[in-house]
């Protein structure tokens, strides 16, 4: 799970101050880019550095963070890292290295948050499904995250989360995204019952993946199922994320 400590202290996370209707409109982000993003030596270097680190220490949580430019291609992949616990990856420190680094290095590039990755410890069992933890971690995190990008560069442009479990060589990944029109961590009603279904299906001995697929496109979410191959995307995979995270340009602006 994700520990973000900027989640409650934004004030985006109390309340919504803007309906669907007139929410800030996404960047376009093309599946060219999204393919060479997620195929790129480096974002495959850094996954395989993390799936690494978890074998290493007995399923213990790392993940990194991703960042683009938002007028050009150019991307910034962090190093893995984990948390004070086993159990949880420090977004929030990775954030601020990040934003430190881009600013004494590229002080004239507005960056946002395109992506990050983490995996949940599994600690060996097998056949765990991946259920993401509610507004307290990870989607909270993801929709602190998705507040930050609007404040800088003035786009409300939600993240692309990458949850992850490899209890073998390879890795399952639980790849998920908020919807655009709307906020769900910040309409009370909405966050509690999420809140309370991924509860219940983290702790059921039924559940399955397509379940906590089922429940997060029941609120809007994109989410799809990936799988590793050689520690890196399957090509089909790698195709399918593509295409369903891409977002269209809108009249009069260019598709990154």
């Not at 960042?67 to 991307?75: A, E, F, G, I, P």
């Not at 990944?173 to 999420?194: G, H, K, N, S, W």
Request: proline share 7%; charged share 25%; hydrophobic share 35%.
């Amino acid at each position: 799970m994700q520990r973000n400590p900027e989640i409650f202290q934004n004030p985006l996370y109390a309340e919504s101050h803007r309906s669907p209707e007139d929410g800030p409109e996404p960047l376009p982000i093309s599946e060219e880019f999204l393919q060479s993003l997620y195929g790129s030596p480096a974002f495959i270097e850094k996954l395989k550095t993390t799936m690494d680190l978890v074998g290493k220490f007995n399923g213990r949580e790392f993940g990194f963070v991703v960042y683009k430019d938002r007028d050009s291609d150019q991307v910034w992949i962090g190093k893995p890292a984990g948390g004070e616990s086993e159990d949880e990856v420090d977004m929030g420190f990775q954030h601020k290295e990040m934003r430190s680094r881009l600013e004494k290095a590229h002080p004239t590039n507005p960056a946002f948050v395109i992506s990050k990755l983490h995996f949940h410890g599994n600690r060996g069992f097998s056949g765990q499904i991946i259920v993401p933890t509610g507004s307290t971690r990870d989607l909270g995190a993801a929709s602190a995250d998705r507040g930050w990008n609007e404040s800088v560069i003035g786009f409300g442009q939600p993240p692309i989360e990458i949850i992850g479990t490899n209890d073998r060589d390879e890795a399952d990944l639980l790849i998920f995204q908020e919807p655009v029109t709307y906020r769900p961590m910040l309409q009370p009603a909405i966050r509690d019952e999420i809140d309370l279904t991924l509860q219940e299906l983290s702790s059921s001995r039924t559940a399955i993946q397509q379940d906590v697929m089922d429940a997060l496109r029941h609120y809007g979410y994109k989410t799809m199922l990936a799988e590793t191959a050689g520690q890196r995307l399957r090509d089909e995979d790698l195709k399918s994320l593509s295409q369903m995270f891409a977002t269209t340009a809108l009249p009069g602006r260019e598709s990154l």
